[in-house]
């Protein structure tokens, strides 16, 4: 598929999600569990090599892992990211009962996290609509951000207004 195609594609899809307002990750996967009728639970996880997160699916519950060592806008990149897995229809990475109960203890092994976030459970079509859709939520979230500088203005806010402002400018708009 073209990048041309797939960014028509998410774009549509985004035209059909509603994106709480203000905007943080959380809520929207407590309102995105809610409308599916299937909650969608977010576990950080500490020291994962190579890959940042993951969309694990369990009969009772959709599970986000995502690195924890990163910054908050990161963070929701990440989950933003495989939400998107999610919205597009494909297919959760396989992951056995052992290592999805390692993964939901506290006191879990290292070494599992380790081999269950790496794992390619997508193809690379999969992992550019999922970046696409994830990429495009962002700019709308940060387009949609007051231009007035406030006291309850976090540092997440802050970057989002730049990278609108940067999207805007490259677009030719102001």
């Known amino acids: 598929m073209d990048d041309k195609r797939l960014r028509q594609r998410c774009e549509a899809r985004l035209r059909k999600l509603n994106l709480p307002d203000p905007f943080d990750a959380q809520s929207f996967c407590e309102m995105l569990g809610e409308q599916r009728g299937r909650p969608i639970l977010l576990h950080p996880v500490a020291g994962a090599e190579g890959a940042c997160g993951v969309w694990v699916s369990v009969p009772s519950a959709d599970l986000i892992f995502y690195e924890q060592d990163t910054s908050p806008l990161h963070q929701e990149h990440i989950i933003l990211h495989e939400v998107s897995h999610l919205l597009c229809g494909h297919e959760p990475v396989p992951v056995s009962k052992h290592e999805i109960s390692q993964l939901l203890f506290p006191d879990f092994n290292l070494e599992t996290v380790r081999l269950v976030l790496p794992r390619g459970g997508y193809s690379t079509v999969e992992e ?29 806010d802050e970057v989002l207004h730049r990278l609108a402002a940067s999207l805007q400018a490259d677009r030719g708009e102001s």
Do not use: D
């Open 128 to 156: 550019r609509e999922a970046e696409v859709l994830a990429s495009l939520m962002l700019e709308r979230v940060a387009a949609s951000l007051p231009l007035r500088t406030s006291p309850r203005k976090t540092g997440r």
